[in-house]
């Protein structure tokens, strides 16, 4: 049985100063520490260390090929895989996960990849059959929502079968065997997203956006079935700076229940802790097979390291330290400078 500890990184994206008197306020210093400064005392810096920092020059393909690479052969052996970006709006979640076709992120690198690693099997053994698929869906407000048929059912019901794997009843699977098909279904669905402009971000999403890969492998007398999960979280922001009112209060209302359950259920997976509250959202439910048991996770931790994010920052340092037995143990201490 492998680990169910959740890896967790950080990554800074490059600085988008508002104007020439912000300051930027996260610097990284090596591979594994940044600081930031103190908002409390101005003049003096806080350290913090994880596993891995990525700086704002570290490459899609770096952080790809660090995190997310070597979960890939998991998935042709039955085990389940998660990634997930978390982080406020603006901080780099989406460029991360999907990025632009220039410069692609996650998603594109891998399915690549698993479009290859089946060819060069079934090359190895042409007998096998391997079958690739995939779902899309997001959480809104709660919700399950296929996108890849949006519209149809309002909110589709999370289920356990008699092996205990998480699915949804209904939601649509389709089967690939080309980077071309994953492309063909996933491009219009990707655009099903829902996104309303709040004041940090007019393209900002407000809701967790799920795609599901799975490999599906016949062998003589059995069958192993693997699930990669990839998730651009939505943005974990604070409302009393982003100005929400009314419906979008309502929304970052339930963003928060999920977010909140998330980081119970990796700082449950990482001390140990034998009840792990996955019932506390939709989004824990959905990925109890994925998170923890014989699954491998990374949470990559995005920033944006200039003064207006402060507070953001702050906060989200904090989760991510709660996550004790993979960050080392946070140094507060305070660096004159
Ligand atoms: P989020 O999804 O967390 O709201 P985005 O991914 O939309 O954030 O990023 C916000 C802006 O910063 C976008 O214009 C994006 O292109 C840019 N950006 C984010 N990360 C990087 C990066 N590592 N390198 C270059 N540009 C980035
Ligand atoms: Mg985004």
Known sequence: MSSTKVRVVVRVRPVQLAD??????????NDSTLHTL????????LAYDFQSVFNPKSGQRSVYSSCVQGLLSHLFSGENASVFAYGPTGAGKTHTILGPPSDPGIIPRAVRDI???RNTKLAEAPSNKIQLSFSYLEIYQEKVIDLLSPGAVPDLPIREDYDRNIFISGLQEREISSVDEFNLHFAPASKNRSTAATKLNSRSSRSHSVLILK?????????LTGKLHIIDLAGSEDNRRTGNQGERLRESGAINTSLL???????????????VPYRGSKLTRLLQDSLG???HSCMIVN?????????DTYVTLNFARKTKKIVNTVKTNEVKG
């Open 20 to 29: 020439s008197a912000e300051r930027v306020w996260v610097h990284c210093i």
């Open 215 to 223: 490999v599906k492998v016949t062998l003589p007398g059995r069958t």
């Open 303 to 311: 920033l944006a390291p200039e003064e207006r994010y402060y507070y």
């Open 293 to 295: 048991g014989n699954s």
């Open 38 to 45: 103190n908002h409390r005392k101005d003049g003096q810096m």
């Open 261 to 275: 359950a998330l980081s119970q259920v990796v700082d449950a997976l990482n001390t140990n802790q034998l009840r």
């Open 115 to 117: 479009v290859d690693m």
